[in-house]
Every structure is written in C-alpha cells, then in structure tokens.
C-alpha cells in the first residue's frame, strides 16, 4: 500500500480494533454502571404505538436520547410534554449495531421543590434496597411480653403522653424508658442519630419505638434521612417506626421491623393487652378444669370397669377354687378310714395302739380294742 508521505508515523503499532469491538466493549462498561438521575429539558416527544414513549433530554450544551418502556408509561404519574423539566431515573445503554448511545428512563419527576426532594428521597430508598435493608426476611418479629420499652421521640410533644397512657392501660408492669431527641428541623436526624446510639448502649432494652406526633408532610423530612434510616435498621432490639403520618410512608418506616400510623398504635403493638391476656388464662384455665374433669371422668370408668371385671373374674376363681376343694374333699372321703369301717369292717389294735393286721399278731388271752364305725369295744383273743 502507497500512503502519503508522513502517514507511516500515525499507524498504530499493535492491530487496531474493529467497530464491532469498540462498541460492544463500550457497552459492557457503560452497562456496568448503577442508575442515575438526570435533569433536563423534554424536547421530540413521541408516542410510539406500542406504548413506548422516546424523546431527547437536553441542557443549554447537551442532549440524550431518552427512552421509557410501555410498563413505566402505565406507572408514570407526570404529564409529559415537550418543553417539561424533569428529573430521570434510568440507566445508560449503548446499541452498537446503531452506534447509538440510549439513557433507558424507570421513572420521572418534575423539577420542582417537591420533586427535588422526592428524587432524592428516591436515590435514598434504592441505596438501601441495595444494601438489603428492605428486605422482608431482616424484619424481626416484636418479644412477645417485653419488660422494657424504649421511646425515642421528644421529651415535649404529645408522642411521649399517648405511649405512656397506652402502656399503663395495656400492660402496667412494663418499663418505659424515654430517649429524647429533637424530631423537627435541621439538627434533627443528628439528634436522631445519636439517641439511637444511646439506646443501642441501654442494656435491658427490648424494643423500641421511633417516632412523633402527627404533623405536614414537610415535618417529616428527619425520618427521611438515609443516615436515620441507616441507624434504625442497625438497632440492636426490635423496633417499631411511628411518624405520625397516614399516607406517607418513611424511610424509617421501610426500615424498621415494624411500622404503626401513630404513636398510640405502636405502643398496641409493642405490648400485650392485659384484659386479653388475662380473658385467655382464664379461658385456659377452664379448658384444663374441663379436660381435667373428663380425664378424671374417664379414668373413674376405667376403674369401676376393671375393679367389676376383676370381681368377675375372683369370683369365677374362687368358684373353680371351691369346685377343686369339693372334688378333693370328695377323693379324701372316699379313701377315710371311717368310710371303711362304715361299710362293715373294723380295725384292732393292742393296748399301745399297734393295729393288728394277722393273726400272728394276736396272743391268746390278750385283751385288744377293736374299732368299729361308732366306737370302739374291749375284745380278748383266744
């Protein structure tokens, strides 16, 4: 090949790379990187029949082409125009067929003041979801009788009082223990954070309550600080997230073990109800008198069953006793001497009472006895 003069200096020493190489190595690396929120100006808004929305993102020096899918659509809750300034939430995307680089939006807000705040609240709920700290199977289940419970809210506001009144009533016995901390403005999550520290230390603690009063929207701000929410799930005991707030749902709230809508229904969840408790010992108590009493009942059957059954069965022994006894008296009977003598035999016998079986036996003139069946006679031999 004939280059012209001074080209042979700018040829690449090793084997220069391929399109193909350069953009697919492009793609895995920009693939690589984590979500990130971008704000611009929407500009060639299209509406693709398939649901899918493509448009540019652009600032005064800049723009990206910009892609959301047909199932983000269906959740998007902003009215997208051409003109709108937003905040995106997407990934980076490269197509190297196209040489194209493509930003693949998940979500949208608009650039207010509200959805400044919302998309960095957002950034902060998927750094704790990365981090596994929202995940169901970390929550831990509340002791069921706690001895101690720890409050961690403001010493003045009414947060503290409707733990305190709800506890007396439910469980009396129960020590509460209170952890003041500022719930409101720009040293709150600081205050926040280092009462959770101080609980962590306290060591009799077995759940603990986090918390306020109700308030606005904009008073909730200290519980949806990531450091907060960080502290929380760190906690060593148990704990229960009480804002105060019925619809918005906190990063304290994600975190916590579990969450209650007001400080009052925490403190229902963090103690038992002692009319319940004692409705079901007492309940408990009758099911054991009752089942005792059957068991009693029944055992009383078993005996009276077993002691008729064995008289029974002494009775019919006794009777073969008897039987057995009868025909043995009967054998003897039969084979008594007196029986003998009754049928007309006698037996003699000498004045030492030897019995005189033969002749040999008898001397002449010796007087003998001779017993009869009714008595006995004096005889002499001859």
């Known amino acids: 090949m004939n280059l012209e003069p001074g080209l042979e200096s700018q040829l ?41 929305w493509y448009f540019t993102l652009k600032d005064r020096r800049s723009c990206m082409q910009c892609v959301l899918w047909s199932e983000d659509v269906k959740k998007l809750r902003l009215e997208l125009e051409p003109g709108l300034k937003v905040y995106a939430s997407g990934r980076l995307t490269v197509y190297p067929a196209q040489g194209r680089l493509q930003f693949t939006v998940k979500q ?52 503290w009082h409707d733990v305190v009144a709800v ?30 520290a ?21 008073d909730l701000g200290a519980f949806n ?10 906690s060593p005991v148990p704990t229960i997230s009480a804002v105060g707030h019925e619809v918005d749902i906190t990063l304290t709230d994600l975190v916590a ?40 009942a029944y055992a009383s ?10 008289g029974q069965a002494c009775e019919r022994r006794l009777e073969r006793v008897r039987a057995g006894a009868d025909r043995l008296g009967a054998s003897l009977d039969a084979l008594s001497p007196l029986k ?19 002749v040999a036996d008898f001397s002449p003139g010796e007087p003998f006895r001779l017993r009869v069946s009714d008595g006995e006679v004096d005889a002499a031999a001859r």
């Open 12 to 52: 690449p020493a090793d084997k220069p790379y391929s399109v193909s190489f350069v953009m697919e190595a492009a793609r895995d690396w920009i693939n690589k990187l984590r979500p990130v929120w971008v704000e611009g100006e929407v500009s060639d808004l299209t509406r693709a029949r398939s649901g899918h």
């Open 108 to 159: 949208l807000l608009p650039t207010s003041s509200e959805g400044f705040h919302a998309a960095r609240l957002e950034a902060a709920r998927q750094a704790l979801a990365r981090d596994g700290l929202l995940d169901p199977d970390r929550k831990r289940p509340l002791p069921a009788f706690p001895s101690v419970v720890g409050v961690l809210t403001s010493p003045d506001g009414a947060a």
């Open 167 to 196: 506890v007396s009533r439910r469980w009396p016995c129960c020590q509460l223990v209170l952890i003041g901390a500022r719930v409101q403005g720009d040293e709150a999550p600081r205050d926040i954070q280092r009462a959770l």
């Open 198 to 218: 101080l609980a962590a230390r306290y060591p009799s603690l077995d759940v603990l309550i986090v918390g306020r009063g109700g308030g606005s929207k904009d």
């Open 225 to 234: 600080d990531e450091a907060v929410a960080r502290a929380v799930a760190a």
């Open 257 to 296: 073990d579990v969450r209650a809508a007001t400080p009052s229904a925490a403190a229902e969840k963090a103690v038992p109800d002692r009319r319940e408790i004692e409705g079901r010992i007492a309940s408990l108590g009758a099911r054991i008198a009752q089942g005792a009493g059957r068991r009693v």
């Open 301 to 310: 059957d078993l005996v009276a069953t077993a002691g008729h059954r064995m």
């Open 340 to 358: 003998v003598l009754g049928r007309g035999y006698s037996v003699a016998r000498d004045g030492r009472g030897r019995v005189l079986k033969r």
